[in-house]
């Protein structure tokens, strides 16, 4: 059975947070958490450990937008921000810090649900795409570090490419580590002796 998914809603108006609160019980099954203060935001935050964060900002000012971007950790959770006027700078700030949907004069009873889908598919794509990003970046330096290594084998052994391989491949085997950790041990240990 899937656990109940925890929304807090961030508004100020408190007209407006019950229409957000009563769109999500007719929505579905939700744990609600109105947060009407951006004060303390980021430990109440760290306490209720929310699976998606539902902004509403009226006209919010570039100091609060900062410090609400900054505390509900739009890269750790979905995040989904209505706003009611249209603000370019504001709208790429907030989709560049990592805000899964951003929602201009739309917050309706009967749009929140599909936002809060979109909000949650987009974080997930996002988050996929940043760890592929990631550990092709991580290989992609170990890859370097093993053809460092090698070289430096092939040069102080008189090696050739392939036998310097296999005497990484060999040295990680015996020793129960991974070619990338020996090949970086081999390039530490020459740098500290030249």
């Known amino acids: 059975m899937e656990s109940q998914l ?3 809603v961030v508004d100020a108006d408190k007209d407006r947070s019950f229409m957000i609160v009563d769109g999500l019980r007719e929505a579905g099954d939700y744990h609600v958490t109105v947060l009407d203060s951006v004060t303390g935001i980021a430990r109440r935050l760290k306490e209720l450990q929310p699976d998606i964060i539902l902004i509403d900002l009226e006209s919010p000012s570039r100091d609060s937008f900062e410090q609400i971007i900054t505390a509900t950790g739009p ?3 979905p995040v989904a921000m209505f706003v009611d006027q249209s603000d370019s700078q504001m709208m790429k700030s907030a989709i560049e810090a990592g805000v899964s949907a951003y929602v201009v004069n739309g917050l309706r009873k009967n749009r929140i649900k599909p936002v809060i889908e979109t909000a949650m598919v987009r974080f997930h794509k996002f988050a996929r795409l940043k760890a592929e990003l990631d550990a092709t970046k991580t290989a992609l330096s170990q890859r ?3 053809d ?3 070289g430096l ?5 008189g090696l050739s490419e392939e ?3 296999a005497l990484l491949r060999k040295t990680a085997m015996d020793k129960g580590m991974r070619i990338p950790e020996v090949a970086q041990g081999i390039i ?3 740098e500290v002796l030249l």
């Open 163 to 165: 036998e310097a391989y």
């Open 75 to 77: 890269l750790e959770r």
């Open 6 to 8: 925890k929304i807090v």
């Open 148 to 150: 460092r290594a090698k």
């Open 153 to 157: 084998l092939m040069k102080m052994r």
């Open 188 to 190: 530490t240990a020459v």
């Open 144 to 146: 370097k570090q093993v």
